[in-house]
């Protein structure tokens, strides 16, 4: 059986490398891009994806705008996207039309992920 596949966007590299270890504990391959653009990019060379980790507020394309934009490809396989570096306040408005599935708040992404992914 192969691994699952986890892309983790954050500009904050201390975020991605405590998110990519995380992950790669529960037995995922991690893939890190550091903005909106990288993601996308990286996902239309590999759409295998099981899991996109984004934070909404990225410089440049924002989280919003780069799940919207993964959602767009037609793939057999549809990763679930997570939204994180929110508060309830900015998910309002965004979450239908961007494709992201569930939102997280920052700090209880360990806690949420532990008992749901793996």
Request: hydrophobic content about 35%; glycine content about 12%.
């Amino acid at each position: 059986m192969s691994k699952k596949k986890v892309l983790i966007v954050n500009a904050d590299l201390k975020n991605r490398i405590s998110y990519g270890t995380m992950f790669e504990e529960f037995g995922f391959e991690v893939v890190q891009a550091k903005n909106g653009g990288e993601a996308v990019q990286i996902y239309e060379e590999d759409p295998s994806y099981d899991l996109v980790v984004v934070d909404i507020n990225l410089p440049g394309m924002n989280g919003f705008t780069a799940a919207k934009l993964i959602r767009q490809y037609q793939m057999a396989k549809r990763p679930y996207i997570v939204g994180v570096g929110v508060t309830e306040h900015n998910t309002r408005g965004g979450h239908g039309q961007s494709g992201i599935d569930f939102f997280v708040v920052n700090g209880r992404m360990f806690d949420y992920s532990r008992s749901t992914v793996g």
